[in-house]
């Protein structure tokens, strides 16, 4: 079974506790857990975590070792991190160059 890898910051860790975004983020949580999809995560996220309740901050231990991968802090990661958001906000329909990294990320907006 092919896997997918799924780059989460810590708004959807949040949004487990959030009554707005529950049930979708609970809904990914699963498959998170059941080993479906791998949670890919930075350093960076578990820095900002801990000024998270302690609630948020337990979602991650839910999440077997096996089925999550943690991003060490490098140009590299950070850059992808930040690369990933970028297509939401380009409304051009032109692919977008990080200008920290130069990641094109030639994805149609």
Avoid at 94 to 106: K, V
């Amino acid at each position: 079974m092919k896997r997918f890898y799924v780059y989460i910051d810590a708004s959807v860790i949040g949004g487990c506790e959030d009554s707005e975004f529950a049930e979708a983020t609970l809904a990914l949580w699963q498959l998170f857990i059941q080993g479906v999809y791998i949670m890919v995560l930075s350093e960076h996220t578990l820095r900002e975590l801990q000024g998270a309740p302690q609630s948020v901050r337990n979602r991650l231990l839910e999440i077997p070792e096996a089925h999550q991968i943690i991003l060490a802090d490098t140009l590299e990661a950070d850059c992808a991190c930040r690369c990933i958001s970028v297509p939401r906000y380009c409304r051009s329909g032109q692919s977008i160059r990080c200008p920290s990294c130069g990641f094109d990320n030639n994805w149609p907006c």
